[in-house]
T-cell receptor
Framework: LAKTTQPISMDSYEGQEVNITCSHNNIATNDYITWYQQFPSQGPRFIIQGYKTKVTNEVASLFIPADRKSSTLSLPRVSLSDTAVYYCLVGSPTDDKIIFGKGTRLHILP | DGGITQSPKYLFRKEGQNVTLSCEQNLNHDAMYWYRQDPGQGLRLIYYSQIVNDFQKGDIAEGYSVSREKKESFPLTVTSAQKNPTAFYLC??????????????FGPGTRLTVL
């Protein structure tokens, strides 16, 4: 399983674009990159998943460079309700688990 | 209204007692999972099941047991053998087309406190 490294915490302000970068230097050919969001005392919620280049949905964008050794979750125009922990996960369909590390604690300020 | 439910939301247990946490899903998912989360930490996999009547141990299965008699249900029993059971327990379900990388849908969690 590829190990991921992401910042422990980040602060930003309402209305800003927030970019959270995740490093995964030993990502394997079959690995996908997945991001989840978790609010306090709730279960995580899927945000976005990608394999290469750029993926966009109604919530976020995921940028993956050609070497796939990192990825960046981009949240446009954040609000106070985006304050949460964001997890970057890397794994392939044949892995026997997927690892939720400590994530990045994002704090949005007014 | 499709989803995954866990009950109860809060649970208190005396030391030495077994307790069973409920998890039900009506998403028609093949796979179900149990995770444990301690304060400020990530999620750790306890057990998962890809199909009815089959399940596999995760990283921290000791002191826990599960059953998967129905596709919709995956109860977790925390036994007295679990040394430090106080934690937040999360159940999830997913399809199994891409194994663990398929989107996992989580329940609201059960917070277990051992008194």
């Amino acid at each position: 399983l590829a190990k991921t490294t992401q910042p422990i915490s980040m602060d930003s302000y309402e209305g800003q674009e927030v970019n959270i970068t995740c490093s995964h230097n030993n990502i394997a050919t079959n690995d996908y990159i997945t991001w989840y969001q978790q609010f306090p005392s709730q279960g995580p919620r899927f945000i976005i998943q990608g394999y290469k280049t750029k993926v966009t949905n109604e919530v976020a964008s995921l940028f993956i460079p050609a070497d796939r050794k990192s990825s960046t979750l981009s949240l446009p125009r954040v609000s106070l309700s985006d304050t949460a922990v964001y997890y970057c996960l890397v794994g392939s369909p044949t892995d026997d688990k997927i690892i939720f590390g400590k994530g990045t604690r994002l704090h949005i300020l007014p | 209204d499709g989803g995954i439910t866990q009950s109860p939301k809060y649970l208190f247990r005396k030391e030495g007692q077994n307790v069973t946490l409920s998890c039900e899903q009506n998403l028609n998912h093949d796979a179900m999972y149990w995770y444990r989360q301690d304060p400020g930490q990530g999620l750790r996999l306890i057990y998962y099941s890809q199909i009815v009547n089959d399940f596999q141990k995760g990283d921290i299965a000791e002191g826990y047991s599960v059953s998967r008699e129905k596709k919709e249900s995956f109860p977790l029993t925390v036994t007295s053998a679990q040394k430090n059971p106080t934690a937040f327990y999360l159940c999830a379900s997913s399809n199994w087309d891409r194994g663990h990388t398929d989107t996992q849908y989580f329940g609201p969690g059960t917070r277990l406190t051992v008194l």
